[in-house]
């Protein structure tokens, strides 16, 4: 085969076709073919060039040497020459310059060809791994088609997908549970995430992700991808339940119809292409009471308490309805939870009385003994909802005189005994601090109550910088964990290791900024820091 044939560029123009790649990136590939086989036949160390032209695809190469300066290293002889070499040949020639020769157009053997073809397939690839990693990479958050390409058995049964020639990985865990895919299928998913790796690009598609069923009923309803009705949470258990909170941003749209759909064909749509998946379509309502009374449809709650200490949401039912609102094995109200953002608890009426009376026997029995007062007097103070010492203590004698049976001097007696039992706890606290040899960084730092503090002593972690060193597990787990007592969230402990690394100048505020997707994220490590001291300080 020689080297200059017409044909070269129609040659390049069908593969760019059949390819779906940039016509130069195919003709740039030739040219390293042919460069390649040059290099075969005159000398791997020479430095060849190849050009193609454009127009009409005439091929030459050429040989270029460099000149070097006289007392310069000579390290490729092929490719280099010196000023005085460089000069017999052309007489001003200068260092630097390139001597450049002219090579003969040179016929390609059954190896060369293989080799220039190998060549050319290679820099193809590349070129089809770019424009896949282009093309996909600003698809993440859609849903595409593909084609089941093949598909792994035994432990790992993950499957490929074809996308226009691109592949694209689903997971065993991404597959809804049960369903069966087979070579050929033409199947929808969407994608979740592509990255660039050195075999390509690689991109990853779900038929279990949340989003999937939002895109979904996104390409069913014509309100939702318009926004006049928007999805604002879901929870899924793919191929069994899923529940979607709805709301409309028009008055005369009722968004659970909307997604619904006539005689319920837009959600049955829905319901076929994830497997007869059982979707529960709720009214989404800035009271979360409500919102979370539909959520555990289809039982009846009776009350709902938000228990602040345990952030978590009580429902209240009857006994007939507690198995209904939890679920076969708990589903439920696991879903209702990720639907609402809460941890949520079911308890019946009698038990909902029972931890009530415990924790009213619990307070009264802590103001007779801390205030050495009759059983008559504590029970009328938490009557008058006080639930701590603290609050007696702080609270204006005028506001607790006003309680029937009460004048301005039992009032002022009673605030006095709580103030007195807070500075004889503050003073045990603090001796037992010592005890620990707790160093005063560590008792001045804000987001720790004292409780915390002595329980941080008792594991022999005794400053500030040794608290910030802790792992978060260390804090949080539930059997060994240094709070396991405070039971508090991961998300709050790692806000206050991070309060501590900037009360010591290991990081500065600056750079969570930078790391966080906008300033608000930095408040919300303040928040979560600052909500974890209140309720351990509370408590």
Request: proline share 3%; charged share 30%; aromatic share 6%.
């Amino acid at each position: 085969m020689l080297v200059g044939r017409s044909d070269v560029l129609q040659v390049a123009s069908s593969l760019a076709r059949e390819k779906g790649i940039n016509y130069e990136d195919v003709i740039m590939a030739i040219e390293a073919a042919i460069c390649h086989a040059s290099q075969q036949k005159y000398g791997a160390d020479l430095d060849i060039r190849v050009q193609i032209e454009r127009k009409h695809g005439h091929v030459s190469m050429h040989r270029y040497r460099e000149v070097m300066a006289e007392d310069a290293p000579v390290e490729n002889p092929s490719a280099q020459l010196l000023l005085s070499e460089a000069r017999a040949i052309k007489a001003n020639a200068e260092v630097g310059e390139f001597l450049i020769d002219a090579l003969p157009p040179i016929e390609f053997g059954r190896t060369g060809a293989l080799a220039a073809k190998q060549v050319i397939m290679q820099r193809v690839r590349e070129a089809e791994r770019v424009r896949h990693f282009e093309e996909f990479k600003d698809k993440v958050g859609q849903i595409i088609y593909g084609i089941v390409k093949r598909k792994e058995y035994g432990n790992y049964g993950n499957v490929t997908l074809d996308i226009n020639g691109a592949e694209a990985s689903l997971h065993r865990n991404e597959i809804i549970p049960r369903e069966n895919l087979n070579h050929n299928d033409r199947v929808r998913a969407y994608i979740y995430e592509v990255k660039q790796d050195v075999r390509g690009p690689q991109i990853f598609v779900s038929r279990t992700h949340p989003q999937f069923l939002i895109e979904l009923f996104r390409q069913e309803v014509p309100e939702i991808y318009e926004g006049v009705v928007e999805i604002t949470a879901v929870a899924r258990d793919p191929g069994s339940r899923a529940k979607i909170g709805v709301i409309s941003n028009d008055s005369t749209i009722d968004p659970v119809g909307a997604c619904v759909g006539m005689r319920g064909s837009r959600v049955q749509t829905v319901v076929s292409e994830l497997h007869g998946e059982r979707i529960d379509i709720i009214h989404w309502k800035n009271d979360v009471a409500d919102f979370v009374v539909r959520a555990i449809l289809p039982a009846e709650v009776n009350r709902v308490v938000f228990d602040e200490d345990s952030d978590k949401i009580q429902l209240i039912v009857e006994a007939d309805q507690q198995s209904l609102a939890i679920g076969s094995r708990g589903q439920n109200v696991r879903l209702a939870s990720k639907l609402v953002g809460t941890d949520i608890d079911i308890i019946t009426v009698e038990e909902a009385e029972a931890r009530n009376q415990a924790e009213y026997e619990e307070l009264s029995k802590l103001f007779i003994e801390a205030l050495d007062v009759e059983e008559v007097i504590a029970r009328l103070l938490i009557a008058e909802n006080f639930a701590s010492l603290e609050e007696l203590a702080f609270s204006p004698i005028d506001d607790l005189a006003r309680i029937e049976g009460f004048d301005k001097d039992l009032a002022e007696e009673l605030i006095n005994r709580a103030q007195l039992m807070l500075q004889k706890q503050a003073a045990e606290t603090q001796a037992r601090m010592d005890e620990f040899n707790i160093a005063e960084d560590l008792r001045q730092f804000e987001y720790l109550s004292d409780e915390m503090i002595l329980a941080l002593g008792h594991h022999h972690v005794r400053t500030l910088e040794s608290f910030a060193e802790l792992d978060t597990f260390e804090l949080i787990d539930e059997q060994d964990g240094y709070f396991k007592d405070f039971k508090p969230r991961q998300d709050e402990i790692e806000a206050i290791i991070v309060q501590a690394r900037i009360v010591l100048g290991w990081i500065e505020p600056e750079e969570i900024v930078e790391d966080a997707e906008s300033e608000s994220e930095l408040s919300d490590v303040h928040a979560a820091a600052e909500a974890l001291f209140q309720d351990q300080t509370a408590e």
